[in-house]
Each structure stands twice: as structure tokens, then as C-alpha cells.
């Protein structure tokens, strides 16, 4: 679905992203992780396509994001920020509503109500949003991209999510993650995610990519990525490993007293 | 967090409008009631005072104050920030400067150009001023409190520059200059009805068709950008727009403060801040206030009057006074 070539980014002499290059497919959740700083939140958004790099390409089913016409980009791809605050008093449902801006009045109150359902978001669609808790405004933005992404048939989309759980309670991490599993596989959901929580990351990633000063150092399955010498080599912490009790597929880290 | 539907207020807006336009009608300087109207015949110079004086005037606050008060709303939702006023931010000061310049060096032109003249003045200086205060706010450190205080230095400097230019005009400019800094609507004419209207109904238009972006807006630049919205051009599209409003009411009527800055919060309070009914409401709610406080400062001390503009200063300041407080 997505394609980057040598991404390369950075400001005078300063490289934040260097020479990047991935490929996220449609069906498949991928969660980027590595420490402050490595140039994640930068790196999402040269995916995104809303900062253009130095060098380097982005294709997006096989075209270049810039080529994208914008309003056709926005029914196909998306973006979860870290934060996004409001200054005037607009309810949940409004918020919400704003996600289908590039589609007018098609398949309004249906989609609205589906990804409400979905995100656990009903018992307050008629609050003031800055009224609500970090946890609960992260749950209305997370119903706004799927609002945005929310097509009758299901077709090839891709979302991007910079840190969507990191002030949801361990409740909605599950829901919001399992959701988003379940997305990928029954509507052909490219799932692209930043997360801090290597455990949750464990849990769900089809593919892990581990990055450290704007270079990717390490990716693929999750038993392959979270190893205690790469864990130890690139965050400098001491962990131990073990496996989960119910999929010995699935690593989880421990950290060390 | 609302108290009542955006189309039930728009409509008492509405109503309320029209009782004020009845009412400003029947009141003045000169008693003139409906009745003694429509008992006389058209060529007595009673009708005459009433349409070619009254009537223009009641029009002009009411289109000033549809374009003052919806002018401060999109100003504030593009900076996000209730306290985004176009007198505050120094807007109708760049606008005024460029006036007090045309009525001290009048080109010469058939009359209704020079109205327009003067228009375009104003715009030029209101548009200048919106896109100085534009860049700044682009910077990453800018905030609140830097925007008012960037505010508070553009209208020092061209105070002081009025200042100046009031120094050298002669005694029928420094009164012309001096009465239009206040604010005033005295010089109703349908000339300058026919102009203003033809300037800022447009533009009232232009913001009402961009109120559904401006929303999208709110979310922030990166997130609007994601749902497909051209962020640059609809950014610079509002600006335009705010300064042919503001632009044309500082030429019209002077500087008549805080109206852009109390209406859109007491719309706001009672229907929140979908701009698809918050301008609309704004410009209603503008006009009832600013014909009602016309037709105040031309009844209180007649025969002669107040400035309007001290007037809604007068109400505006403490507003804004608990605005800031209350914020704390």
C-alpha cells in the first residue's frame, strides 16, 4: 500500500531522518518504536506526506504522495496526532462530524454512529470536548480518523497514529488496539503506529520497526525485534524476556529492578 | 454548555433586528412617529429628513455592525483565540491611518469614486496590518499574549502617526479626523449605503460559503490539512475577506471597538462555535448592537449626540476587562 525510498530529512546540517526506507501493507498493523528523540514523530509524518523530504519518495499504491490530489488522499489516508486541543466550545459529535468533511453528506449519521459504537465515544457525544478527560479526547480523535477512513465497501485506506493510547486506560488500550486489529483484517486497513508500550506493541504488531537516530536499526516480527540485546543495545536498559503464557509467539519484556 | 438551537436564536436575532430598525425609525432628535408620517404628504421636508437622513443611518449600523462583529469571529477562529478583536490586534488602526491619509491629502475624484477611494484605503491598511500580525503568529513562539501586545505596539505607532497628522491638518480636517476616530455614523448618505453594502455583503458571503473549513480549521493546521482542507488558501482567503469587512466599516464609520470582540463571545456562549451559525449569528447580533447603541448616543443628548464608538467602549471595555479576568 505504502512505499518510502530513502527518506532523508533534517534541518541545515542536522539529520533527523536518514536514508529511510519501508513498505506498509494493506491488512497489516506496523508499530514503529524507539527511544525519545530517534525522529519517530518526524518520520511519521514524511510517511503522511505533510512534510516533503530532503531526498527520497513516498508511493502511495504506487503513485507519489505529493502527485496525490489532496481531497482524494484524504478518503484514503489518514493521521491520528499526539494532541489535538480545541479553543471553542464545539460538542464531541461536531468533532466527529468533522472527519467526513472530504465526503459532504454521504453515509453521515450511519458512519458517525458506526465509529461512536466503536470507540466507545456514545455517552458523551453531546459534551463540550474540552470538558472531557486526555483519555477520553483521544478516543473522540480516534473515532474522528475512522469517521474520515469510514467507507460503505470496504476498500484498501491506511491510518496513521502517533502515540494513540498513551493516555487511555488499560480498558481502551485493548479495546482501542483490538479495534484496530479487527479493522485491518476485515476491512484491508493499513495500520502505521507509533507506540511507547513495547509489550502492547508485542500484542498486536504484524511488524515491529525499531528506530534510533533516524535510521531504522531493526525490523520485522516481534520475536525478531524485541530480543534482550537489541532492547539493552538501543534503549540501554536492562530487561528480561519471556514469552507469553498463551502465545509463544508473542515476547514480553520485563524491566529489571 | 448551550443554552438554545443556533436557528431558534437566529431567528430572535432576527425579530429583534426588525423591532430596532422600527424602533431607531420612530426615534430621534426630531419626533417623527409612523403616524405623523403617513399623514403627510411626500414632498413635506419631514419625509425628507426621514429618508434621506434617518433611514440611511439605521442602514449603516446595521451593515457596520453586521461587518465589525462577524469580522471578529473568523478572526478569532483563525487564530484561534477569543480574543482576536481587529481593534485589539491594531486591524482598524492600519485601516484608519490610511483614511486620516485620505482626508488630509483628498485625491480628486467624482464623488462616488472617492468614496470607493476611501474604502480601498482602508482595506489596504486593514489587509497589511491582518498579514503582519498573519506572519507573526506563523512563528512558533508566538502566543496570546505576544499577539496583544504586537497589538499594542501597531496602535501606539500609528496613534502616534494620527497624532501627527491631526498636528498639521487644518481646524475642518482635525474636527473631520478627530469625530471619525470615535467612531461615528452621522454622515449616513444612500451613496455610501449603495458602497458599503456593495463591499460587505460579498464578503459576509464569502466567510458564511468558508465557515465549514474554518471549523476544520480548529482542529489545527496539520489535522486540517489531513482531512483533505488546502490550509494556506482558505487561511488566506479569511484574511482577505476580514479586511474588506473591517476595512470597509473603519472607512464608513470610524473605530467603533469591541463590537467584534463581545458579540462573537455571547453568540458563542449560547450556541457554540460551529461557524456555520456563529457568523451568522455574529452579524445579526453586530447589527442589533450597534444600531441600538447608535440610536442611543443620537437620542440620549439630543439634539446632539455621542460619539457611538465611546459608547461601545463604554460597554465593551468592562466586558473585556472580565473576559481577561475571568480567563485566569
Redesign the interface.
Known amino acids: 500500500m505504502l512505499t518510502a525510498k530513502n527518506l532523508t530529512f533534517g534541518y541545515g546540517s542536522r539529520m533527523i531522518i536518514n536514508d529511510v526506507s519501508l513498505s506498509i501493507n494493506a491488512g497489516e498493523i506496523v508499530i514503529i518504536i524507539g527511544p525519545n528523540g530517534a525522529g519517530k514523530s518526524t518520520l511519521l509524518r514524511l510517511l503522511t506526506g505533510y512534510q516533503k523530504p530532503l531526498s527520497g519518495e513516498c508511493y502511495l499504491q504506487g503513485r507519489p504522495v505529493s502527485q496525490w490530489p489532496q481531497k482524494q488522499l484524504a478518503k484514503i489516508r489518514t493521521v491520528m496526532l499526539q494532541q489535538s486541543q480545541l479553543t471553542f466550545p464545539f460538542k464531541v459529535k461536531e468533532v466527529i462530524a468533522m472527519g467526513r468533511a472530504p465526503y459532504g453528506k454521504m453515509h453521515f449519521d450511519q458512519s458517525i454512529h458506526e465509529v461512536m459504537v466503536q470507540t466507545d465515544c456514545l455517552q458523551f457525544a453531546d459534551r463540550d470536548y474540552r470538558g472531557l478527560s486526555g483519555g477520553e479526547q483521544q478516543r473522540v480523535q480516534l473515532a474522528r480518523v475512522l469517521a474520515q477512513l469510514w467507507q460503505p465497501e470496504p476498500n484498501e485506506k491506511l491510518l496513521f497514529l502517533d502515540e494513540p493510547t498513551s493516555a487511555l486506560d488499560l480498558y481502551h488500550q485493548q479495546h482501542t488496539l483490538r479495534l484496530l486489529k479487527q479493522l485491518a483484517v476485515k476491512q484491508q486497513l493499513a495500520v502505521c503506529c507509533i507506540l511507547h508500550d513495547l509489550n502492547l506493541a508485542a500484542l498486536y504488531a504484524d511488524k515491529i520497526i525499531l528506530v534510533n537516530q533516524g535510521k531504522i536499526v531493526e525490523q520485522g516480527a516481534p520475536t525478531e525485534v524485541l530480543t534482550v540485546e537489541n532492547i539493552h543495545r538501543w534503549y540501554g536498559v536492562e530487561i528480561g524476556i519471556f514469552n507469553h503464557p498463551h502465545h509463544t509467539s508473542i515476547p514480553q519484556i520485563y524491566l529489571n529492578p | 454548555?448551550?443554552k438554545s438551537s443556533p436557528q431558534i436564536l437566529l431567528l430572535g436575532l432576527f425579530a429583534l433586528l426588525l423591532i430596532l430598525i422600527i424602533y431607531s425609525a420612530n426615534s430621534g432628535a426630531l419626533k417623527l412617529s409612523f403616524t405623523q408620517l403617513m399623514s403627510m404628504s411626500f414632498d413635506d421636508p419631514l419625509w425628507n429628513i426621514w429618508c434621506n437622513i434617518r433611514l440611511p443611518r439605521i442602514i449603516l449600523a446595521v451593515v457596520v455592525g453586521m461587518a465589525l462583529a462577524s469580522a471578529g469571529a473568523v478572526m478569532?477562529?483563525l487564530f484561534?483565540?477569543?480574543l482576536a478583536d481587529p481593534g485589539l490586534l491594531g486591524i482598524s488602526s492600519g485601516a484608519s491611518l490610511m483614511v486620516g491619509i485620505t482626508i488630509l491629502f483628498p485625491a480628486v475624484f467624482p464623488p462616488i469614486m472617492m468614496l470607493y477611494g476611501k474604502m480601498v484605503a482602508a482595506f489596504a491598511g486593514s489587509l497589511f496590518i491582518c498579514v503582519l500580525i498573519y506572519l507573526y503568529s506563523l512563528n512558533e513562539q508566538c502566543n496570546l499574549a505576544k499577539m496583544i501586545l504586537l497589538g499594542v505596539a501597531i496602535n501606539a505607532i500609528i496613534g502616534a502617526v494620527m497624532g501627527g497628522l491631526s498636528y498639521i491638518s487644518d481646524e475642518s480636517q482635525l474636527r473631520q479626523l478627530s469625530l471619525w476616530s470615535m467612531g461615528h455614523l452621522g454622515k449616513g448618505s444612500w451613496d455610501l449605503v449603495f458602497v458599503s453594502i456593495s463591499l460587505i455583503f460579498p464578503a459576509l458571503f464569502g466567510v458564511i460559503k468558508l465557515a465549514?473549513q474554518l471549523?476544520?480549521l480548529?482542529?489545527?493546521d496539520?489535522?486540517a490539512?489531513?482531512?483533505?482542507?488546502?490550509v494556506e488558501r482558505i487561511k488566506r482567503y479569511l484574511l482577505l475577506l476580514c479586511a474588506v469587512l473591517i476595512g470597509t466599516s473603519v472607512a464608513v464609520s470610524g473605530i467603533i471597538a469591541f463590537v467584534g470582540l463581545v458579540v462573537p463571545h455571547m453568540i458563542?456562549l449560547q450556541i457554540?462555535?460551529?461557524h456555520k451559525w456563529l457568523i451568522p449569528g455574529s452579524a445579526l447580533g453586530g447589527a442589533c448592537l450597534l444600531l441600538l447603541a447608535d440610536t442611543l448616543a443620537r437620542t440620549l443628548v439630543a439634539p446632539t449626540e455621542i460619539p457611538v464608538g465611546l459608547l461601545t467602549s463604554l460597554i465593551g471595555g468592562p466586558y473585556f476587562l472580565w473576559l481577561i479576568l475571568r480567563h485566569k
Do not use: V
Not at chain 2, 225 to 230: Q, R
Open positions: 454548555m448551550r478569532q477562529g484561534r483565540n477569543p465549514h471549523n476544520i480548529q482542529l489545527g496539520e489535522d490539512h489531513y482531512l483533505g482542507i488546502n458563542r457554540g462555535a460551529n
